[in-house]
């Protein structure tokens, strides 16, 4: 016993002795459930069994460290993952990346953002923190789906893009499939650029100068001119409701651009037939305009406009004395004030030599003389006399009331009338004034000769016995295109009638004239 308790202590002496002196064992062997309280110092690697005993180890190794290093875990439940990073108390991440990956980061400046990321040719997958997009020097970004279709971004310019938080982004397709907007929203983001509160459309601009079908891409703004008359037929109307074409003559002349609808549809609009027709016959007269609007059916006409609107205004500036009674005498009305679109025409009809002499007749075997003549003023030049034809004979023999003609001399007859240049109907404001040797028993007629072939009487006065007398009215008519209007009157009992006029336009004293103006068309 005494041996044993002298034993002992020096038993344990021994083994500080050699803990100090030669170090701690190489292993430690712990339990699953072993417990150590305080530091565990190690002097190069753990090695971890694991669940099952057997040839597979874990093993920590340590690098010999070169001051006091501190490795902290979190206090959290988590899983390790070395899969991304080392285990390093202090990281280059420009250096790591290269080494890793072979990309190279740029940035501002020290603890600064990533600016730029170079040589990444393979897109990052989201288990190691990146986004799966790629990314390539010609500033695309190349998004996989999950099927065989792949988004492209492309950038031009530095832009902003505000995506929604939620919802599908849409980039074709109609307007409906967005949500209802108003008017008053659309105001804002919407240029107003006719000026009327209204979007515009029909930018376009086409011109057309013959016989043409419009397509629907032509839609908008249609300039025509016309060296003749000719068609323009539209598509059709149907299932393009909205289409609209906006047309406007660009040429001053009275030819025809007639529009089709398209053989079968109609065009509405206010007009003699008090119905829509086929056609539109209105292009007609410079800077004419009217917009054709398709309603899924047919074409509605809005915004008609006449353009120049021929209007004359002429008065009688020579002496007419001897007014032929029992026929229409047409009287030369010379003084013109205004004759827009140059529809009034003072010109020769007929000029030329007598070819013999023929008491109360004008013989000349190479003349051109019409029934349309009698009762036209002519002028003999040679000796400065006036007469009026009464009758026609032949094309080489009239009748005229005074004979003064005589073989050789010349003659000239005028044109003296308004050509109506378009179909429609007119205003025509006339006065014929009679003055002296009216005898009793007279009847005076101012008149509107038409064609030359049928006389529309406009007003007429019972007899009378005076010795001024006014003939005048104004009234709407309806006129055909290349209709003949002429001042005109009529007197019976009376061989010496004449005409009152003045030699100039002043102080209103114009008593015979003739004024006559488009107002509406056909």
């Not at 307007?175 to 105001?187: G, I, N, R, V």
């Amino acid at each position: 016993m005494k041996i044993k308790r002298i034993l002992t202590p020096l038993l344990i002496i021994l083994l500080l002795f050699s803990i100090v002196v030669m170090g701690a064992p190489t292993y430690v062997n712990l339990g699953p459930t072993s417990e150590i309280d305080g530091d565990i110092k190690i002097t190069s690697e753990i090695v971890a069994e694991g669940t099952t005993a057997n040839e597979f180890e874990t093993t920590l190794v340590f690098t010999d460290p070169t001051a006091d290093r501190i490795i902290t875990f979190p206090d959290s439940n988590q899983t390790l993952d070395l899969s991304l990073y080392y285990l390093k108390t202090e990281i280059d991440i420009e250096a790591e990346m290269e080494t890793i990956w072979g990309v190279g980061l740029a940035h501002s400046g020290a603890n600064s953002d990533i600016t730029s990321m170079t040589g990444l040719t393979t897109p990052l997958a989201a288990n190691y923190g990146g986004t799966g997009i790629a990314n390539n020097a010609a500033e695309t970004i190349t998004i996989g789906g999950a099927g065989t279709f792949p988004l492209t971004l492309t950038l031009t310019a530095s832009t902003d893009v505000t995506l929604p938080t939620t919802g599908t982004l849409a980039t074709t397709g109609k307007l409906s499939q967005f949500a209802a907007t108003t008017s008053a929203e659309l105001a804002g983001v919407i240029s107003d650029e006719i000026g009327a509160g209204k979007a515009r459309f029909d930018t376009s601009v086409t011109a057309k100068t013959t016989t043409a079908t419009l397509t629907v891409a032509e839609a908008g703004t249609i300039l025509v001119s016309a060296a003749s008359a000719y068609t323009i037929t539209l598509p059709t109307a149907v299932n393009n409701t909205g289409l609209t074409y906006h047309f406007i003559k660009t040429d001053a002349n009275y030819n025809l651009i007639t529009l089709d609808g398209n053989n079968t549809e109609t065009l509405n609009y206010e007009n003699s037939t008090g119905a829509p027709t086929l056609t539109y016959a209105r292009l007609n007269t410079y800077c004419a305009e009217v917009t054709i609007v398709s309603d899924g059916a047919n074409w509605q006409c809005i915004n008609e406009r006449l353009g120049q609107n021929g209007f004359c205004w002429v008065w009688l500036s020579i002496a007419t004395d001897n007014i032929p009674a029992d026929i229409f005498s047409r009287y030369d009305v010379t003084g013109i004030t205004t004759n827009i679109g140059s529809n009034y025409v003072y010109s020769n009809w007929q000029a030329g030599n007598a070819t013999s002499t023929s008491v109360g007749h004008l013989v000349n075997t190479s003349a051109t003389f019409t029934a349309a003549m009698v009762g036209k003023r002519i002028h003999n030049t040679t000796d400065n006399t006036w007469t009026y034809i009464t009758a026609y004979n032949s094309a080489t023999d009239v009748t005229v009331k005074n004979d003064i003609f005589a073989n050789t001399e010349a003659y000239e007859l005028k044109y003296s009338e308004y050509r109506v240049p378009v179909s429609g109907y007119y205003i025509i404001d006339f006065n014929v004034m009679f003055y002296s040797g009216l005898t009793v028993n007279a009847m005076h007629i101012g008149a509107i000769l038409a064609n030359r072939a049928s006389i529309t009487q406009v007003v007429s006065y019972p007899t009378l016995t005076l010795h001024i007398m006014r003939c005048g009215q104004t009234t709407r008519i309806k006129l055909t295109k290349d209709d003949i209007v002429e001042l005109s009157g009529y007197a019976t009992g009376s061989e010496t009638a004449d005409l009152l006029y003045y030699a100039a336009e002043a102080d209103g004293k114009v008593t015979t004239y003739l004024k006559i103006w488009l107002v509406e068309k056909d």
